[in-house]
């Protein structure tokens, strides 16, 4: 299993955005299960 983690200690960067959009990819595109795990910090 891989994890990949995208991280920002600044808000509204597009964290989510792009977790969703290579969550998406890596699943229907090169067929990895995958899960996406938003959270934050605090
Ligand atoms: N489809 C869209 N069109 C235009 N702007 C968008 C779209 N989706 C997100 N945004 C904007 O892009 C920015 C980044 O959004 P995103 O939620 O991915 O950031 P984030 O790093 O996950 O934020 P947070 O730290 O609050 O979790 C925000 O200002 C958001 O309003
Ligand atoms: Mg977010």
């Given at each position: 299993m891989?994890?990949?983690?995208?991280?920002s200690?600044?808000?509204?960067?597009?964290?989510t955005t792009?977790?969703?959009?290579l969550?998406?990819?890596?699943?229907n595109?090169?067929?990895?299960n995958?899960t996406?795990?938003d959270?934050n910090?605090?």
């Amino acid at each position: 299993m891989r994890k990949v983690a995208i991280v920002s200690g600044k808000g509204g960067i597009g964290k989510t955005t792009l977790a969703i959009n290579l969550g998406y990819l890596l699943h229907n595109e090169f067929n990895f299960n995958t899960t996406v795990i938003d959270c934050n910090l605090t």
